[in-house]
Nanobody, 125 residues
């Protein structure tokens, strides 16, 4: 099991940027495929982005492609989500997730084993 702690959320105006971080502790971080999800009020949690253990493979939900970038630093046991050109519809609680030796498909399907507590992102119009 890995413990995940998100940070970096906040209030930003439309068009602005935020960078979320997710610090992991526990098992060897480099063995985890990582992902970001979000849940807006009254909606189901949805996939946002995924990154392979090496960082060499990434995947994005269509609405964030070209605006969001997922990356990781295995030496720091941290995964990041750089969010640019933010829109009010990006407002949600953002969650970090991990899958031990999992595939990208495991993340995209929303079935990772471990989840963080979430960080709130609010985009004002």
């Amino acid at each position: 099991q890995v413990q995940l702690v998100e940070s970096g959320g906040g209030l930003v105006q439309a068009g602005g940027s935020l960078r979320l971080s997710c610090a992991a502790s526990g098992r060897t971080f480099s063995r985890y495929t990582m992902g970001w999800f979000r849940q807006a009020p009254g909606k189901e949690r949805e996939f946002v982005a995924a990154i392979s253990w090496s960082g060499g493979n990434t995947a994005y939900e269509d609405r964030v492609k070209g605006r969001f970038t997922v990356s990781r630093d295995n030496a720091k046991n941290t995964v990041y989500l750089q969010m640019n050109s933010l829109k009010p519809e990006d407002t949600a609680v953002y969650y970090c997730a991990a899958s031990y030796f999992g595939s990208m498909g495991t993340i995209v399907a929303g079935t990772p084993e471990d989840w963080g507590q979430g960080t709130q992102v609010t985009v004002s119009s």
